[in-house]
């Protein structure tokens, strides 16, 4: 069975920092790029950040660039979400995205 599970969520300050992991099994993605996207309550999903399948190229959306930084560990089949400086509106539902296939998504939520 293809899974992806993300864990990592929680509740932390404005300016603080999480580390989001999503595992993947049931499918190999060596050669797959591999993203992150999130969803705001009330509001569409949105892209956040995507990698290749090497990991030599990075995409970013604008709101985090220079904040969020994403990785990947093939042997482990895991991919990363690390995320500084965070702010109330990065509050959401932070989804991995690979072959077509979505997780159930970990909350984050900004708040002081």
């Known amino acids: 069975q293809m899974q992806l599970v993300e864990s990592g969520g929680g509740l932390v300050q404005p300016g603080g920092s999480l580390r989001l992991s999503c595992a993947t099994s049931g499918f190999t993605t060596t050669r797959l790029t591999m993203n992150w996207y999130r969803q705001a309550p009330g509001r569409e999903r949105e892209f956040v950040a995507g990698?290749?399948?090497?990991?030599?190229?990075?995409v970013y959306a604008d709101s985090v660039k220079g904040r969020f930084t994403i990785s990947r560990d093939n042997d482990k089949k895991t991919l990363y979400l690390r995320m500084n400086s965070l702010k109330t509106e990065d509050t959401a539902v932070y989804y991995c995205?690979?072959?077509?296939?979505w997780g159930q998504g970990t909350q984050v939520t900004v708040s002081s």
């Open positions: 990698i290749s399948s090497g990991g030599d190229n990075r």
């Open positions: 995205n690979a072959l077509g296939l």
